[in-house]
């Protein structure tokens, strides 16, 4: 066969291993598309809703709730919690994956010598005695270098990039949420106080009854039974007054498991002060700037790059792939000839892959990717849909709650003052002891209902916070150095 014929065939050959290998990701793609914030309508469930440009939260958003107690408290938790822990250590998982993702894409030089003593047996040995010796020294360097022709190595290395940064963002969301978390639970710290207050009043009104009814019992008034009807009011008051207690040491203890310490953490933490609810108002950009603002959804937009550049690797190793590989130094059995002429070698071996039959497993792989995509875009658009439904519900709530508290308050004030009236016709020997007992009860409840909407205020206020990305800014991000895409071209 002459030369020419020879190269004919050879070219013949490459090209159709090269169009094999290329068509055989043929129709497989991705199906996942990213909703645009633009398109979720949110006019009319925030109609009437104060807009301001100033209305995002501070990076320390939780100095407006005016206590400073809780702002030692969650520098305290954000320093020691394990939640932190947890999750400083998967941003350092990811961002080590990325260095490895990285190495990869350079060549590799390595060295080794060494020097090997050994005593040939007698079927080993070419003179049949077997009592020879023999030492063997060798010195040498090897180099390998896998060519990154379609970018698939640094594609590789941009996805483990783009994990890392979802991953520093997942460590930022996770300070938000733990903030959050100790703000509500010191919220409920101080509810539990107000609550054991109003079981410790309501212990005391019960016990001014009981005088009052045994007065009455001895002139003769109320009968036995309407006597040990108090006796039992005071028996559930004092019931009521240990459940609040066993309340209240439950909120130390959760706070004291949030700041990562012992149970005897929440005993040393001095009564709350009464928080002061935020100011419903939304930023006058929302929704638009809220793919910045929440550490979630940025976390979730890097992933979804990070998937796209998974799917480039993947389409890479359809092609022919180049690899070098070389070494070279010297061996020798006596010392004095290790670098000689004759103890030296070396080779160079440049090699030419690519796959033509693999039973499927590169387009399983790619299809595998495919879905990893779809996957991280429908988590995106899950969590979009509920930042803004977060956002949307936290502001009807807050807004509605200032008048269920002033109407609270206007019924309070009524039922305290009935009381008062009720009471002191009893102690007068004029008034009725189902009265009594109804107004009080009514007062009970009323107090309860208004410690509890207080309560859910400032609640909502957190809440709201949290949905606002609680000073969160994506573009601070210090790991970016490019914008996360949120679709697969």
């Known amino acids: 066969m002459s030369g020419k014929t020879l190269r ?64 030692g408290l969650i520098r305290e938790a954000l320093h020691d919690s394990p939640d932190m822990q947890i999750a400083d250590a998967r941003a350092h998982q990811a961002s080590a994956a990325a260095y490895a993702a990285d190495a990869e894409r350079y060549p590799t030089l390595d060295a080794s010598a060494g020097i090997t003593r050994s005593r040939l047996a007698k079927d080993q040995d070419p003179r049949g ?18 060519f990154d022709l379609w970018g698939g190595q640094r594609d590789a290395w941009e996805a483990a990039l783009g994990q890392a940064r979802a991953a ?12 959050a978390d100790v703000a509500r ?66 909120a130390k203890i959760a706070l004291a498991v949030l700041l990562g310490k012992g149970p005897d953490r929440g005993n040393e933490i001095a009564r709350p002060k009464v928080l002061q609810a935020s100011a419903v108002a939304l ?57 000689g002429s004759a103890s030296r070698f070396f080779n160079i071996a440049p090699t030419i892959s690519l796959p033509i039959f693999d039973g499927g497993r590169l387009r399983a792989n790619l299809d595998a990717r495919d879905a990893d995509y779809d996957l991280a875009v429908a988590l995106y658009n899950k969590s979009l849909v509920k930042a803004l439904g977060d956002v949307s519900d936290t502001i009807n709530q807050l807004r509605d709650i200032g008048r269920q508290i002033g109407a609270q308050q206007h019924a309070t004030d ?23 007992l109804s107004i009080e009860q009514q007062l009970l409840q009323a107090q309860r209902q208004l410690a509890n909407l207080n309560a859910e205020q400032i609640d909502l206020s957190i809440q709201l916070m949290q949905a606002l990305g609680g000073g969160f800014q994506g573009q601070t991000l210090t790991t970016a150095n490019a914008s996360p895409a949120t679709t697969h071209n």
């Open 129 to 146: 005695q077997g009592d020879a010796y023999a030492t063997t020294r060798n010195i040498s360097a090897g180099f390998n270098y896998n």
């Open 283 to 339: 930023p006058s950009v929302l929704p638009a700037e809220l793919l910045g603002r929440r550490p979630d959804l940025v976390a979730a937009r890097w992933r979804v790059e990070a998937a796209s550049k998974d799917i480039d690797s993947a389409k890479t190793r359809f092609y022919p792939n180049l690899n070098l590989t070389a070494s070279a130094g010297a061996e020798s059995l006596l010392g004095d000839a290790m670098f």
């Open 185 to 250: 639970a010191y919220s409920d710290l101080g509810q539990a106080h107000i609550v054991y207050d109003l079981a410790t009043e309501d212990l005391k009104r019960t016990k001014q009854m009981l005088d009052l009814s045994q007065r009455r019992l001895s002139s003769g008034i109320d009968s036995q039974y309407q006597f040990q009807q108090t006796q039992s009011l005071e028996a559930s008051s004092e019931a009521s007054l240990i459940d609040a207690e066993k309340r209240l040491n439950s």
């Open 414 to 436: 009524i039922a305290q003052d009935s009381y008062n009236t009720v009471v002191q016709r009893y102690g007068s020997g004029i008034g009725n002891y189902l009265d009594v």
């Open 168 to 179: 520093e963002v997942d460590r930022q969301a996770a300070q938000l949420t733990l903030a």
């Open 8 to 71: 004919s065939s050879l070219t013949l050959v490459l090209s159709a291993m090269i169009l094999a290998g290329c068509a055989n990701y043929s129709g497989l793609d991705t199906q996942g598309a990213s909703l645009d914030a633009k398109t979720l309508k949110t006019g009319q469930s925030l109609n009437g809703v104060t807009l301001s440009q100033a209305a995002w939260p501070k990076s320390d958003w939780w100095t407006s709730l005016g206590d400073p107690q809780l702002d």
